[in-house]
């Protein structure tokens, strides 16, 4: 029996705080763990084709098999080459990121690097997944982003504005 699927919805948008952590939004918190086995466990990636990460649960991990399998057919449908040894490398190529009660978390060096992140990070809900931006690497996207970029530009004016008054 399939399990339910996580759904990641809203928008969130973290500094780097003390200890270099970053906060995850409360509305993507409770899904993680429920889709990590109880675990406060968010899996982090590179996204295949933007300058972003991608997060996730770990029961998203147990669907990369079948969807291999569903990839492989279209591709050989299509009489494309599908090589399934290099797409489990990049869907396994994912980091355990533990986060504690009130959602605080230490993004690893690596995947700052590959998404281009500094100290400043905007989420986005898309369904099974969310993506994780550098606020600059968003803004760099054409027209289609513009509601993200709307949203990521007011949360990061008014975490900045709180900021500023501590």
């Known amino acids: 029996m399939a399990s339910r699927p996580y759904i990641y919805s809203g928008q969130g948008f973290s500094l780097q705080r003390d200890k270099n952590r970053f906060v995850l939004p409360a509305q993507f918190r409770s899904p993680l763990r429920e889709s990590s086995e109880g675990n406060s466990v968010l899996?982090?990636?590179?996204?295949d084709r933007w300058k972003c990460l991608t997060g996730f649960g770990k029961s998203r991990t147990d669907e990369f098999e079948d969807l291999m399998d569903r990839e492989e057919a279209v591709a050989l449908q299509g009489g494309k080459p599908y090589d399934r040894e290099k797409r489990a490398h990049d869907l396994y190529n994912y980091f355990e990121v533990p986060f504690d009660a009130s959602g605080r978390f230490v993004l690893p060096d690596d995947l700052a690097?590959?998404?281009g992140i500094d100290d400043q990070l905007y989420f986005q809900g898309a369904g099974k997944s969310f993506t994780v931006w550098s606020p600059e690497a968003l803004y760099a996207m054409d027209d289609s982003?513009?509601?993200s970029q709307t949203s990521?530009?007011?949360l990061a004016a008014k975490d900045l504005a709180k900021a500023k008054r501590k």
């Open 43 to 47: 899996y982090l990636a590179k996204h």
């Open 145 to 147: 982003w513009i509601s």
């Open 152 to 154: 990521c530009r007011n």
């Open 113 to 115: 690097t590959l998404g």
